[in-house]
């Protein structure tokens, strides 16, 4: 069965850290780039931050960068996103997905996204 599984979300007060994991089961994720999006109540999705499938070129959107690292481990067939210097307008909902090219920080011609997990900020 095809599947991408995020995992490591949580409530973390305003300063705090949080790891987010992808992990795959059904296909190689090697093969895909690997995307991270965000999604509030009442906001539209927005791009977080795009990794290539060698970890060589990594982008994030001006709103995570300098305080999220995006990599990836392709012989555990999984991903992750290090957030750091969390905010409450980090507070959302956060989806990983697999698709053929970053454009920038987004991930493009998806293929396979997860159920997500909730990231909750307080201050």
């Known amino acids: 069965q095809v599947q991408l599984a995020e995992s490591g979300g949580g409530v973390v007060q305003s300063g705090g850290s949080l790891r987010l994991s992808c992990s795959a089961s059904?296909?190689?994720?090697?093969?895909?780039?690997i995307g991270w999006f965000r999604q509030a109540p009442g906001k539209e999705r927005e791009g977080v931050a795009c990794?290539?499938?060698?970890?060589?070129?990594?982008y994030y959107s001006d709103s995570v960068k300098d305080r999220f690292t995006v990599s990836r481990d392709n012989a555990a067939n999984t991903g992750h996103l290090q957030m750091n210097s969390l905010n409450p307008e980090d507070t959302a909902a956060y989806y990983c997905?697999?698709?053929?090219?970053?454009?920038?920080?987004?991930?493009?011609?998806?293929?396979?996204r997860g159920q997500g997990t909730q990231v909750t900020v307080s201050s």
């Open positions: 997905v697999a698709g053929y090219y970053c454009s920038d920080y987004v991930a493009q011609q998806v293929l396979y």
């Open positions: 059904g296909f190689t994720l090697g093969h895909y780039v």
């Open positions: 990794i290539s499938t060698t970890e060589t070129i990594r």
